[in-house]
């Protein structure tokens, strides 16, 4: 701002000057400066030089005279007066100390608390000009100034009723506000801190609103300020006390004492706390606690339907989703809201995880498409996709054949759907869709909207490089899948490429190159092993803060970034996880436990088979490779069958090849039986639902003959209504039926040995899915 040419400020006027104007000077401010003035004058007789050119700086400041300001105030020894003014304190805190005790006389000051009130708030106008001016740091140096003369005059903290009758204390509340936003916009994050921490002691005598305002704004600060701090130095914190270790612990520790004080009545709610709250606590990753601490938040704070919302997207986010689907139930039920439409899409995307609840999650997206109407395209195309999921897993579950097709087809006509309100753009549907045709065998369909989702998402995400190289796979074209392998391997990080590489090694082993496996396996591991130690050693610290902890809309944005209730590439278990890395190191094991079982290498076997029980010894998979002495009683081989075909009754010669890397068929035994009855029933303890060692229960229960035909068909028929499209189960079915000796039994066989090459000659290397 340009100084005014009759400006006071822009004349050199000498204390003796000013004192004998000071009645012209004071008729022309405000009301306010006139008070202060006779303060003065009432208390020492006359101002004295430093007193005359803080009042006429702040004449011009209130004038908006910034430059001409600052020039009066630069003309303020500060460092000469600064002992007078802590001497001054010290004093006059004595005094008021002096009238509770009723002792002796003190000394009287050197300058009274209205005049060092009257320096200090010419400190802070000096602060306020030269910010004003773009000198931030000379600003922040300038305010820090006023702290330190406080902070030394008073070894116990500002007292309650020095500052009653002039404005230190509103000055000091202003300094200690005004401090933190200097170092920021100096760039200086390491001073910020420092800053608000120091602010943020009791000795200051803030107001609760004061103070309430410097935390929130502290852990805004250290929440999106983009760097990590070093944490707070307590030097007088008690051993069991809470001390925050970085960051985001240091600002979920502000947000909750805000949060308490709120419950406490001590300050006015805000919104914005929980908010960025929240956010906190979605990056820190407790969601559990999240949900405990909002069940436990003051009625009226926030109504009972948001509340029923929340708290379900916490629960799912913490993997907790029947409590969440409960949650969700209660708010669609038509005493709350039953047209909630966030509600019914979270409602119908869990269902869709799980086959049992898949109708169930029909019926939530179909009447998230009734409430929708003419609304939000985006939404819509939600809405038809997870019907689509919902419909998906419903066909698994089908009992009859013409109800798993009616819902196949119900699936895809709603992925279509949803993909076209898009116009082919949104990614994740596009991956759905084409998981769909590929679960369905539609190969063609599925590549083609495969290749698709890879032009578009430019190669940037691991599921469609692994789709498309499983749906070539199943077309059997294995060179052009170990291409697209090794073109992933070259866009994808280091620690993301486990999955590509066990792929790859089983796309090898098909192709014969079962050295290059084993040197793909070998590489896999070697990569998992210091993975995992990356990880032990650098494991981030969970957040423990006690107290509670509270979630908000950013919980629903994690949740609903793409419209479909998960962010492409996003999962409960992602790659780059540590348990998804001891998780794929078990199956590397297990891979090359049967490979070396294939070769009759029985000792390399073991070996293998010992590694994977060190990583975990309750796994189904090592169970169905090994009995309870861990002696591999399997071993894996191929057969040629011919049979007559249903419809043209000719002999027709079939190749079965069941890898061991697949669902395994157990057809050879050792002379184990009851030892392999044992490792299979230890394995379906562990996991009912696991394929393989149905199947192979099975197989040993027919060679045994020990057992009722329809206890080993109710193994097979268990087999094959948790995965129709097992190759595995319809052939053994088939030895099955076949074995029974009869004209229809030969029939049924047939039709399953037939269903089972169909299945065998579209069969990816690994499941689509």
């Given at each position: 701002?340009?100084?005014?040419?009759?400006?006071?400020?822009?004349?050199?006027?000498?204390?003796?000057?000013?004192?004998?104007?000071?009645?012209?000077?004071?008729?022309?401010?405000?009301?306010?400066?006139?008070?202060e003035?006779?303060?003065?004058?009432?208390?020492?007789?006359?101002?004295?030089?430093?007193?005359?050119?803080?009042?006429?700086?702040?004449?011009?400041?209130?004038?908006?005279n910034?430059?001409?300001?600052?020039?009066?105030?630069?003309?303020?020894?500060?460092?000469?007066a600064?002992?007078k003014?802590?001497?001054?304190?010290?004093?006059?805190?004595?005094?008021?100390?002096?009238?509770?005790?009723?002792?002796?006389?003190?000394?009287?000051?050197?300058?009274?608390?209205?005049?060092?009130?009257?320096?200090?708030?010419?400190?802070?106008?000096?602060?306020?000009?030269?910010?004003?001016?773009?000198?931030?740091?000379?600003a922040?140096?300038?305010?820090?100034v006023?702290?330190?003369?406080?902070?030394?005059?008073?070894?116990?903290?500002?007292?309650?009723?020095?500052?009653?009758?002039?404005?230190?204390?509103?000055?000091?509340?202003?300094?200690?506000?005004?401090?933190?936003?200097?170092?920021?916009?100096?760039?200086?994050?390491?001073?910020?801190?420092?800053?608000?921490?120091r602010?943020?002691?009791?000795?200051?005598?803030?107001?609760?609103?004061?103070?309430?305002?410097?935390?929130?704004?502290?852990?805004?600060?250290?929440?999106?300020?983009?760097?990590?701090?070093c944490?707070?130095?307590?030097?007088?914190?008690?051993?069991?006390?809470?001390?925050?270790?970085?960051?985001?612990?240091?600002?979920?520790?502000?947000?909750?004492?805000?949060l308490?004080?709120?419950?406490?009545?001590?300050?006015?709610?805000?919104?914005?706390?929980?908010?960025h709250?929240?956010?906190?606590?979605?990056?820190?990753?407790?969601?559990?606690?999240?949900a405990?601490?909002?069940?436990?938040l003051?009625?009226?704070?926030?109504?009972?339907?948001?509340?029923y919302?929340?708290?379900?997207l916490c629960?799912y986010g913490?993997?907790?989703?029947?409590?969440?689907?409960?949650?969700?139930?209660?708010?669609?039920?038509?005493?709350?809201?039953?047209k909630?439409?966030?509600?019914?899409?979270?409602?119908?995307k869990?269902c869709?995880?799980?086959?049992?609840?898949?109708?169930?999650?029909?019926?939530?997206?179909?009447?998230?498409?009734?409430?929708?109407?003419?609304g939000c395209?985006?939404?819509?195309?939600?809405?038809?996709?997870?019907?689509?999921?919902?419909?998906?897993?419903?066909?698994?579950?089908?009992?009859?054949?013409?109800?798993?097709?009616?819902?196949?087809?119900?699936?895809?006509?709603?992925?279509?759907?949803?993909?076209?309100?898009?116009n082919?753009?949104?990614?994740?549907?596009?991956?759905?869709?084409?998981?769909?045709?590929?679960?369905?065998r539609?190969?063609?369909?599925?590549?083609?909207?495969a290749?698709?989702?890879?032009?578009?998402?430019?190669?940037s995400?691991?599921?469609?490089?692994?789709?498309?190289?499983?749906?070539?796979?199943?077309?059997?074209?294995?060179e052009?899948?170990?291409?697209?392998?090794?073109?992933?391997?070259?866009?994808t990080?280091?620690?993301?490429?486990?999955?590509?590489?066990?792929?790859?090694?089983?796309?090898q082993?098909?192709?014969g190159?079962?050295?290059?496996?084993?040197?793909?396996?070998?590489?896999?591991?070697?990569a998992?092993?210091?993975?995992?130690?990356?990880?032990?050693?650098?494991?981030r610290?969970?957040?423990?803060v006690?107290g509670?902890?509270?979630?908000?809309?950013?919980l629903?944005?994690?949740?609903?970034?793409?419209?479909?209730?998960?962010?492409?590439?996003?999962?409960?278990?992602?790659?780059?996880?540590?348990?998804?890395?001891?998780?794929l190191?078990?199956?590397?094991?297990?891979?090359?436990?049967?490979?070396?079982?294939?070769?009759s290498q029985?000792h390399?076997?073991?070996?293998?088979?010992?590694k994977?029980?060190?990583?975990?010894?309750?796994?189904?998979?090592?169970?169905h490779?090994?009995?309870?002495?861990?002696?591999?009683?399997?071993?894996?081989?191929?057969?040629?069958?011919?049979?007559?075909?249903?419809?043209?009754?000719?002999?027709?010669?079939t190749?079965?090849?069941?890898?061991?890397?697949?669902?395994c068929?157990?057809?050879?035994?050792?002379?184990?039986?009851?030892?392999?009855?044992?490792?299979?029933?230890s394995?379906?303890?562990?996991?009912?639902?696991?394929?393989?060692s149905?199947?192979?229960?099975?197989?040993?229960?027919?060679?045994?003959?020990?057992?009722s035909?329809?206890?080993?068909?109710?193994?097979?028929?268990a087999?094959?209504?948790?995965?129709?499209?097992?190759?595995?189960?319809w052939?053994?079915?088939?030895?099955?039926?076949?074995?029974?000796?009869?004209?229809?039994?030969?029939?049924?066989?047939?039709?399953?040995f037939?269903?089972?090459?169909?299945?065998?000659?579209?069969?990816p290397?690994?499941?689509?899915?």
């Amino acid at each position: 701002m340009v100084p005014s040419s009759e400006s006071i400020g822009t004349k050199d006027c000498s204390a003796s000057d000013y004192s004998s104007k000071a009645g012209e000077v004071v008729k022309h401010p405000d009301i306010g400066n006139i008070e202060e003035a006779e303060w003065s004058l009432r208390e020492t007789s006359s101002l004295n030089y430093e007193e005359a050119r803080a009042l006429l700086g702040r004449i011009e400041y209130q004038k908006g005279n910034i430059e001409a300001a600052l020039h009066v105030f630069e003309g303020i020894d500060i460092a000469a007066a600064t002992p007078k003014m802590k001497i001054a304190l010290a004093l006059a805190n004595r005094k008021g100390e002096r009238h509770k005790r009723r002792s002796q006389n003190l000394s009287s000051p050197p300058m009274s608390v209205h005049a060092i009130s009257l320096l200090l708030e010419a400190i802070f106008l000096k602060a306020k000009c030269l910010q004003g001016l773009g000198r931030f740091k000379e600003a922040a140096q300038s305010c820090k100034v006023i702290l330190d003369i406080v902070e030394s005059s008073f070894a116990e903290g500002f007292p309650e009723n020095l500052g009653a009758d002039c404005k230190l204390q509103e000055t000091l509340n202003r300094a200690v506000e005004l401090l933190p936003e200097l170092w920021k916009l100096a760039d200086a994050p390491r001073e910020t801190i420092m800053s608000y921490r120091r602010a943020l002691l009791p000795c200051w005598n803030l107001d609760a609103e004061t103070t309430a305002k410097l935390q929130k704004e502290f852990a805004i600060f250290l929440l999106y300020c983009g760097g990590e701090t070093c944490p707070p130095n307590l030097r007088s914190q008690m051993g069991s006390s809470f001390v925050p270790r970085n960051n985001i612990e240091e600002a979920i520790l502000l947000l909750m004492i805000l949060l308490r004080k709120v419950a406490l009545k001590r300050i006015e709610w805000d919104p914005s706390i929980l908010d960025h709250l929240s956010f906190a606590f979605s990056i820190a990753g407790d969601l559990s606690s999240l949900a405990t601490q909002i069940e436990e938040l003051l009625p009226g704070i926030i109504n009972r339907k948001e509340r029923y919302h929340i708290l379900a997207l916490c629960y799912y986010g913490a993997g907790e989703d029947l409590v969440a689907l409960n949650l969700l139930r209660k708010l669609l039920s038509g005493s709350e809201d039953p047209k909630c439409l966030p509600a019914l899409l979270i409602a119908s995307k869990i269902c869709g995880e799980y086959p049992d609840l898949a109708e169930e999650g029909a019926t939530f997206a179909s009447r998230a498409l009734e409430c929708l109407g003419d609304g939000c395209d985006q939404m819509e195309s939600t809405a038809n996709c997870l019907l689509g999921i919902s419909l998906s897993a419903q066909s698994k579950v089908a009992i009859t054949d013409f109800d798993r097709a009616t819902r196949q087809a119900k699936a895809l006509q709603a992925l279509v759907s949803a993909a076209r309100s898009t116009n082919m753009r949104d990614l994740s549907i596009l991956y759905r869709l084409s998981l769909e045709y590929a679960e369905q065998r539609k190969l063609n369909a599925a590549h083609y909207y495969a290749k698709m989702l890879l032009k578009l998402e430019g190669g940037s995400n691991l599921k469609g490089w692994l789709l498309m190289a499983r749906i070539l796979s199943a077309q059997k074209r294995y060179e052009d899948a170990e291409t697209i392998l090794n073109a992933a391997l070259d866009q994808t990080g280091k620690w993301e490429q486990g999955e590509l590489l066990r792929t790859k090694a089983k796309v090898q082993l098909v192709q014969g190159q079962l050295k290059g496996a084993v040197e793909t396996y070998t590489h896999l591991l070697a990569a998992l092993q210091v993975q995992t130690k990356t990880f032990s050693s650098d494991k981030r610290a969970s957040c423990n803060v006690t107290g509670g902890l509270f979630p908000d809309i950013i919980l629903e944005i994690a949740c609903w970034s793409n419209g479909l209730g998960e962010a492409w590439g996003f999962e409960t278990c992602e790659y780059g996880s540590a348990n998804h890395a001891r998780s794929l190191e078990l199956e590397v094991w297990l891979d090359l436990a049967f490979i070396y079982i294939n070769l009759s290498q029985w000792h390399d076997a073991e070996i293998c088979l010992s590694k994977s029980e060190a990583i975990s010894s309750y796994s189904a998979s090592k169970c169905h490779a090994t009995d309870g002495k861990d002696r591999t009683i399997v071993f894996m081989s191929t057969e040629k069958l011919r049979y007559q075909t249903r419809a043209s009754r000719q002999p027709h010669a079939t190749t079965f090849s069941f890898s061991s890397i697949g669902p395994c068929v157990l057809y050879e035994k050792k002379g184990l039986y009851k030892e392999a009855i044992k490792a299979f029933r230890s394995a379906l303890n562990i996991d009912p639902a696991h394929v393989p060692s149905l199947i192979s229960t099975a197989v040993v229960l027919r060679k045994l003959s020990d057992q009722s035909n329809a206890v080993i068909r109710s193994f097979l028929m268990a087999a094959l209504r948790l995965d129709g499209m097992n190759s595995s189960a319809w052939y053994n079915l088939g030895l099955f039926y076949k074995s029974q000796g009869t004209q229809s039994s030969k029939l049924e066989a047939a039709e399953c040995f037939e269903a089972a090459a169909s299945l065998e000659e579209t069969a990816p290397v690994e499941p689509f899915r």
